[in-house]
């Protein structure tokens, strides 16, 4: 289960640059939730799933997998509860496959065969 309570992100405080980019998320995905983050330029999709990852610290906040509180773990420490798939059609990953072809792979990431 992964849960994010009133996380904030604000980059460049206090400067003329200042962009809040995340105002108070709140998510529950339970085990075996499939979702899709969709939404324009600048939305704070990226920015959501780099906090999660540990990538950007959270300004405020709580996020939670399976009950451990990872808020403050460095990205090095979360990597045992995340593992994130880059793709980049400009590097030829997956370049020939469809938004759909991509989203099946990732929602059969972890069955096996039977």
């Known amino acids: ?34 979702v899709t983050v969709i939404g324009g330029n600048g939305a704070g999709k990226s920015t959501m799933l780099n906090m999660i990852a540990g ?17 403050r773990q460095p990205e090095h420490k979360r990597a045992r509860y995340i593992g994130r798939v880059f793709q980049d059609p400009m590097k030829g990953t997956a370049a020939g496959m469809e938004i759909q072809e991509n989203m099946a792979l990732a929602f059969r990431r972890g069955r096996t065969r039977g």
């Open 1 to 34: 289960m992964l849960i994010l309570s009133n996380v904030r992100k604000t980059f460049n405080k206090g400067t003329i640059n200042e962009k809040k980019a995340l105002k108070g998320i709140n998510l529950t995905l339970n085990d075996g939730d499939f």
């Open 55 to 71: 990538v950007y610290p959270i300004d405020s906040g709580r996020i939670e997998i399976d009950g451990v509180n990872i808020s």
